[in-house]
Each structure stands twice: as C-alpha cells, then as structure tokens.
C-alpha cells in the first residue's frame, strides 16, 4: 500500500476514533433539551464511518490527479485544515460542554469543506463530489448545534442546561 494510501485511510480512522473518545453520551448530553430531528444516537457513529470514509477515498483519488508539486500541497493543506476543525468540535461540544463554542468553531469546519470541494474540482471533480456528504452532515450538523445553543443557553460559568 502506498503511503498517501495509508496516510489518507490513517486519518479518517484517527478522526473516527477520536471523535468517538471525544463524545461522551452521559447525563449532561442526554438532559440537552433537543430539536425534533435530532437523529437517533446510535446514527451518528455509521454516519461519520461512511463520510470519513469518502473523505479518505476523496483525498486518495485528488492526491493521483494532481499534476503539480502545487496542487499536491493544496491537497494536503485543505485536508490537514478540515482535519484539525474536525477535530475540534467535539471536545468543544462533548467535553468542554460548550455548544455555542462549538457553534462558533462548526462554521470554521464548514468553511474547510466548502474549499474542499470548490478548490478540489479543477483537480478533480469526482474528489469534489465525495465530500458533498460531508458537507450537507456538517451543515445540518450546525443546524442542529444551533438548535441546541438556542434551546439550552446560557452555557458556561457553571451553569447546566435543566432538565
């Protein structure tokens, strides 16, 4: 296996693990007064695999069609960017319980993947459609955030959401 390969399938299962360690479901989550789409729980982790799975596949396919050491440094950047703002909500949301911090960092995410897509496609377009999963996720990921926010504030100074 080559090493973009590896790297690519590495990083989307770091993310995945990560995000899983990251998410704690206990009382504070489940006392969150929630919107009416919220998916059921047991949906979120199938849902991340088959998108962080694309991504991997998206970043593996734009990685062979670049022709440039540029575009190469493109790819690497816009993934390793969507990667750190991936990373961040989690623990922002889950472990720091600051949904309206985590509210603020999902557009940063949001915006990685809106590059993603738009900075891919004259690379490759076929890289370009693999994240539009992600990014419909994300956006209604941020939707129901802000719900969340809007539904328990204040967040912070050791205040709870009641349940």
Not at 48 to 66: D, E, H, P, Q, V
Not at 111 to 119: A, F, G, I
Request: with cysteine; aromatic share 14%; glycine share 8%.
């Amino acid at each position: 296996m080559e090493i973009p390969v590896i790297v690519a399938i590495g990083g989307a299962v770091f993310l995945g693990g990560a995000g899983g360690v990251m998410t704690p479901i206990g009382p504070w989550y489940h006392n969150l007064k929630k919107p009416g789409l919220q998916p059921p729980n047991w949906l979120f982790g199938p849902a991340w695999t088959i998108i962080l799975g694309l991504a991997a596949w998206s970043a593996i396919t734009a990685w062979y069609a670049a022709d440039t050491p540029a575009e190469h440094a493109r790819v690497l950047c816009l993934f390793a960017t969507n990667a750190l703002f991936h990373f961040l909500w989690s623990p922002l949301f889950f472990r720091a319980q600051r949904p309206d911090w985590a509210l603020v960092e999902v557009v940063f995410l949001w915006v990685s993947l809106v590059l993603l897509v738009v900075l891919l496609r004259p690379i490759s377009p076929f890289a370009s459609l693999l994240i539009m999963p992600y990014l419909l996720w994300v956006s209604f990921a941020a939707w129901l955030n802000s719900a969340i926010v809007k539904l328990n504030k204040p967040f912070g100074q050791g205040t709870a959401p009641s349940p």
